[in-house]
């Protein structure tokens, strides 16, 4: 794709691939930072000849840096490079950190919520009080667990999280506690859904609040090698009863516009049978959005990528009744699924990637978009010499094929890759 108004998008993510090749699907020149600066993060893939999509543009101008931690991008060797974007937009682990959001925008034009609307919706207690007043079905939560509570029907959560990192289980010395860094919330039985939803400025027929896109979460999977309430992949986009989705998206439309949002956004849902309880917040781009992506063929969608549909909608420019229109989740097909698992090392040890894991690794590239029916790639790929510490992840495993399907591939392909490296912790 071309870029024609020579666009300069700045990503900042715990982990950027993903909407690096989304920003550069919809054409716009990239500077990244994330904390892997993976293999097919830096570019490396374009020139690899794995791909069958490396022409999008002739000339890609990517330029991705490493972190260590959110704080190191105001640096002024960083700031310098910040300031010759555009626009920026975050994904994951930034919007636990409004101050810096607010520092970066002094530097370049933030696409989404600003730090203001961050700091607001991190207290999640308060948001979901908000929309039991306004006669929506939540789970009770608080910030102090009543001294005669039974521990064992609540999650103790942190407001500082992301991917359910943070989340644990409540134990007898929580009972009649309180924390500002943490939060109480009774669990409730269901399976892990989210909803992906765009936001525009303007309230009414040109503007408001659609819900685009609904996935299957993966959580705790042990197959993935992830510890408990840890995100770990994504399946859909998924069809979804009408009643459902209108119960869905009118709790996104309320949050929307009592909060102000735009953009591409997410809330996390735990299904019982009928009803849907919003569990999280996720006000920025979100893992299960890669998603959409990866269903997104049609070039005569008004939008060309995820990236393309938030930056539309955060600068005014999307038709939002015709994306209403095109948006039938009620009507999807089954069959035209995709998966996205996340590959934890769940060995004892720290183990070094060496040249012939990394090459086994770099054969199976694909994105997410040119996946075939049954076919499996990999995404993420970390570095030559690269060291896995226990609990990292170590790749992205990406298939297309049927809802029934898609998870037993999963589990194989992602198996396969975890006893590679336990078996190379061994040998090292």
């Not at 990244?32 to 999509?53: L, M, T, Y």
């Not at 500082?160 to 109480?184: K, M, N, P, V």
């Not at 993966?218 to 989705?245: D, M």
Request: proline share 4%; hydrophobic share 40%; glycine share 10%.
């Amino acid at each position: 794709m071309d870029n024609p108004q020579k666009f300069r998008l700045l990503i900042v993510a715990a982990s950027a691939r993903a909407w690096i090749h989304s920003a550069e699907i919809a054409g716009f020149d990239v500077t990244a930072f994330d904390f892997f600066s993976d293999w097919d993060s830096r570019g490396d893939g374009e020139s690899c000849g794995c791909s069958s999509q490396v022409s999008w543009r002739q000339d890609p101008t990517r330029t991705v840096v490493r972190l260590e931690c959110f704080e190191d991008l105001l640096l002024q060797k960083n700031l310098d490079l910040i300031s010759g974007c555009d626009y920026a937009i975050f994904a994951g682990g930034l919007e636990n950190n409004p101050s810096i959001i607010e520092a970066l925008a002094s530097h370049v034009s933030v696409l989404g919520p600003d730090a203001r609307q961050h700091a607001r919706l991190s207290d999640t207690v308060k948001v979901l009080t908000w929309l039991k007043t306004m006669g929506y079905q939540v789970p009770e939560s608080s910030c102090q667990l009543g001294a005669d509570a039974s521990p064992r029907e609540w999650l103790k959560k942190s407001f500082r999280s992301s991917s359910g990192l943070g989340i644990q289980r409540a134990t007898e010395e929580d009972a009649g506690s309180e924390s500002r860094l943490h939060y109480f919330q009774r669990e409730v039985q269901g399976e892990n859904f989210s909803g992906v939803f765009i936001s525009m400025p303007q309230i009414g027929a040109d503007g408001g609040t659609a819900l685009v896109g609904w996935t299957r979460q993966l959580v705790n999977e042990q197959w993935c090698g992830a510890g408990e309430f840890r995100y770990c992949g994504s399946i859909g986009p998924l069809p979804i009863q009408e009643s459902l989705k209108e119960q869905i998206e009118t709790i996104g439309c309320a949050i929307a516009e009592q909060y102000g949002i735009v953009g591409a956004w997410g809330i996390d849902f735990l299904v019982d049978g009928s009803t849907a309880w919003p569990v999280d917040l996720n006000i920025r781009l979100t893992a299960s959005m890669e998603i959409i992506d990866g269903g997104n063929r049609d070039t005569s969608t008004l939008y060309r990528s995820v990236v393309d549909l938030h930056v539309l909608a955060c600068l005014g420019n999307l038709d939002m009744q015709r994306l209403r229109r095109s948006t039938d989740l009620t009507g999807l097909e089954s069959d035209a699924c995709f998966g996205k698992s996340i590959v934890f090392y769940d060995g004892e040890d720290p183990v070094r990637i060496t040249e012939a894991v990394h090459r086994q690794l770099v054969s199976q590239w694909r994105l997410i978009g040119e996946l075939e029916p049954g076919q499996i790639g990999v995404a993420d790929i970390p570095n030559e010499g690269e060291l896995i510490r226990p609990g990292q992840p170590i790749c992205t495993i990406l298939v297309k094929q049927d809802s029934r399907r898609v998870v037993d591939i999963l589990k194989l392909a992602t198996e396969g890759i975890r006893q590679t490296l336990l078996q190379l912790g061994s040998e090292q």
